[in-house]
């Protein structure tokens, strides 16, 4: 089945159509999912009589998602996706039903962690599947693709879990999506059986699982942390920053704080990419509604538009393959530090906030440019013995930095303003992120990737 041999292959050939279609539900239904429980967590928590504990079914998603996402690249390199991609979609659907039907906030929890681990088990897995399934020139698309598997649930998500909950009950906001997604791993199936064995060869890199279990507490504990920050809160960000330190030696290649030619400073410029946007994306909306009066609908609008950017410029990039994706990089890094820089000028009460949409727009296309072409580059610049582990770190990378940079915000906010009069907080806040991105455009520039 694989066609790695071929120069080049559309996605919806006919010995691929079934894979892609699979692929593109997995990922649609997650989207959805993810984007709609946030709307229906209100109705959720008050059925449930859980208000008090609002941020944990977040919190387990994510801690639970982290330490699949490390797992299952090790996975991957030791047996193949194809058992890995049984497992994911298995946890997955476990935990809509789980959550679908749950009695109780202990329920709903449990449900959320199967959720979880069988999210990011199936992403690190997709990714590895993508390099068997489709040749090399073929992959720029299969990755636009998935990108644009996140557009349609972030416009029409939340509204559509809103209606649902408000119809039907928030519980069919889980239980709707279930049998989507059994036919999206049944999809696969053909493509997973017919799969080569995986090369055999030692595995070098020891402490995974602990290193896992770490990033699991330690992420999720800086996030907790970044959105709720104070005093009581700082011990909680400490002990998670003391059980990441030591854990990313072991799950982000060697060298990747430092930017070190090749594969680590392809991963870094993950991190700096996803730090750069998702920290000034967290504070847009807020903007939006205390300084210009929007309500909270319109304040989404620039996040929708942001999405239709990053979707058109990921089914551009795929349509252009022999465009070196290092200079597709770049040219990401360059344009999302112009439309952060020009985001300050959404923020003061006599700021312009119809720029908003505008400059949203000109941050997702530059994402859409850059994050399909570093998972290629990623992929290829990893021997086959690394493909999992390296998929995993870019998945790592991407939320620390967003967990850190939405953390800063965070603090700017609560120390230099408030949630009513955000504008002290939000301008810095986006000048740094901008500055993060000129970052990111500078390192790549002088450290083009090689083969490793």
Request: charged share 10%; net charge positive.
């Amino acid at each position: 089945m694989t066609v790695t041999d071929t120069p080049s292959r559309s996605l919806w050939h006919a010995d691929t159509r079934a894979t892609t279609v699979g692929m593109l539900l997995l990922i649609t239904i997650a989207a959805f999912e993810h984007l709609g429980v946030s709307t229906a967590m209100p109705r959720m928590l008050a059925d449930l009589d859980g208000g008090e504990y609002y941020s944990w079914p977040f919190t387990a998603f994510l801690a639970a998602s982290v330490m699949a996402t490390v797992l299952s690249g090790r996975a991957c390199d030791r047996v193949g996706p194809g058992p890995v991609l049984y497992v994911g979609p298995a946890l997955f659907l476990a935990g809509l039903l789980v959550a679908g039907t749950a009695d109780g906030m202990a329920t709903l929890l449990v449900g959320r962690v199967l959720q979880g681990l069988g999210l990011g088990t199936e992403i690190v897995a997709v990714y590895v599947l993508v390099a068997l399934i489709y040749p090399e020139r073929s992959r720029p698309a299969a990755f636009g693709l998935l990108a644009a598997a996140w557009v349609v649930p972030s416009i029409v998500g939340p509204t559509l879990a809103g209606l649902v909950t408000e119809r039907l009950g928030w519980r069919w906001v889980f239980l709707g999506l279930a049998p989507l997604a059994l036919l999206g791993a049944i999809l696969l199936v053909p493509a997973l059986r017919s799969l080569p064995a995986p090369t055999k060869a030692p595995s070098t890199r020891r402490g995974l699982p602990l290193a896992a279990v770490a990033a699991g507490l330690g992420i999720p504990a800086v996030s907790w942390a970044a959105q709720h920050p104070s005093l009581g809160t700082l011990w909680l960000a400490v002990a998670g920053v003391a059980l990441l330190v030591p854990a990313l030696r072991t799950l982000l290649p060697k060298g990747t704080l430092t930017a070190r030619r090749g594969l680590p400073s392809a991963v870094l410029a993950r991190g700096l990419l996803a730090g750069a946007f998702f920290g000034v994306e967290a504070f847009l909306p807020l903007t939006l509604t205390s300084v210009h009066g929007y309500s909270p609908a319109m304040a989404g609008l620039p996040l929708t538009l942001g999405a239709l950017g990053w979707s058109a410029a990921s089914h551009w990039q795929g349509r252009h393959p022999d465009i070196a994706r290092t200079t597709l990089i770049r040219w990401g890094f360059a344009i999302l530090a112009v439309g952060l820089a020009a985001t300050v000028f959404v923020a003061p009460s006599w700021g312009f906030d119809w720029l908003a949409a505008v400059v949203w727009i000109v941050c997702g296309v530059g994402m859409g440019l850059s994050f399909p072409s570093i998972n290629v580059l990623v992929l290829g610049i990893s021997s086959e013995q690394e493909r999992g582990f390296n998929s995993s770190a870019v998945q790592v990378a991407d939320m620390l930095f967003s967990a850190a940079c939405v953390g800063f915000g965070g603090v700017l906010l609560v120390s230099l303003a408030s949630a009513a009069a955000p504008a002290a907080a939000v301008i810095p806040l986006n000048l740094v992120m901008a500055g993060v991105a000129v970052v990111g455009f500078v390192l790549f520039s002088r450290r083009e990737p090689k083969p490793v």
